[in-house]
């Protein structure tokens, strides 16, 4: 065990994956002006939102799936347009009482990746299925865009998706973006986590096994800095392994996908209470 990996963890593994399952398949918002609870994903280009879904699904499905696009290759955002999410339940007119929202990255300078008010009209519920991303934000009066809101159709958590590659690099412009972001869903009352993806990235859990994660000082580190970044509180924050490579699930993987997840939900859930 290299000297960046600890003797005991900072954090506990999650470990109960039959009882997060049980709690996602029988989740219902108890809200009843909705029929589902609404994750938007956000964060930096190639920060793996798009893959999460597809690991998400494939946790659930208990296979590997790739609903969600995704292009290893490409150096700007592959997500371009804005799309709901659901995840099947057993059958194909079952679903989850959960859906996803993927973005557009969120790029490095003032000129690339997602429009910042594109975000925010996102989160008050006001961008159609279908809109396609562009340079300026989605104008009140078009074919995209929902005047009149639903609970339903507005964002009931946020979650920033940040690679752990990443944290080191990150520029001021994206930080800037990210944290106008956070302002406006505070304001909205709009609960807000974080993960960390791309965590067998570094090189501490090359040869570890990926329930170790938690012994890693430098990850342990970046979400520190995560949390010194956006100001998020640090249990707010979860690390996270994507389905990449892999072509069969596996249980350590799938528990910290669902450990977040179900974070994600009772967070959500408690908005929508307070509501």
Not at 197 to 204: I, L, R
Request: with cysteine.
């Amino acid at each position: 065990m290299g000297g960046d990996v600890l003797s005991t963890p900072w954090r506990e593994m999650p470990s109960n994956k039959t009882s997060d399952l049980e709690y996602l398949t029988d989740y219902k918002p108890q809200n009843s002006e909705c029929q589902h609870l609404r994750v938007l994903l956000c964060g930096p280009l190639g920060g793996g939102k798009s893959t999460f879904i597809n690991s998400v699904d494939s946790v659930l499905k208990g296979r590997i799936t790739g609903r969600c696009p995704v292009d290893t290759t490409a150096r700007d955002t592959f997500t371009k347009t804005y799309k709901t999410y659901r995840f099947h339940k057993g059958s194909p007119r079952a679903f989850y009482s959960f859906v996803f929202n993927d973005t557009m990255g969120i790029g490095s300078d003032a000129n690339s990746g997602i429009c910042v008010e594109d975000i925010k009209l996102a989160m008050m519920g006001h961008v159609r299925d279908g809109y396609e991303f562009k340079g300026k934000p989605l104008a009140e009066g078009s074919e995209s865009y929902n005047a009149d809101p639903t609970l339903n159709d507005k964002v009931h958590v946020l979650v920033y998706v940040i690679p752990a590659f990443f944290i080191p690099i990150m520029t001021e412009e994206a930080i800037e973006k990210m944290r106008e972001v956070r302002l406006a869903a505070r304001d909205l009352g709009i609960p807000q986590l974080a993960i960390v993806t791309k965590v067998d990235w570094e090189d501490a859990m090359r040869h570890e096994n990926i329930k170790n994660v938690y012994k890693s000082k430098s990850l342990k580190n970046q979400i520190e800095d995560v949390s010194a970044i956006l100001g998020l509180s640090v249990n707010s924050i979860f690390l996270v392994k994507n389905y990449e490579s892999e072509v069969s699930v596996n249980d350590d993987v799938d528990a910290l996908i669902l450990g977040a997840l179900r974070q994600m939900i009772s967070c959500g859930e408690d908005f929508l209470d307070d509501l």
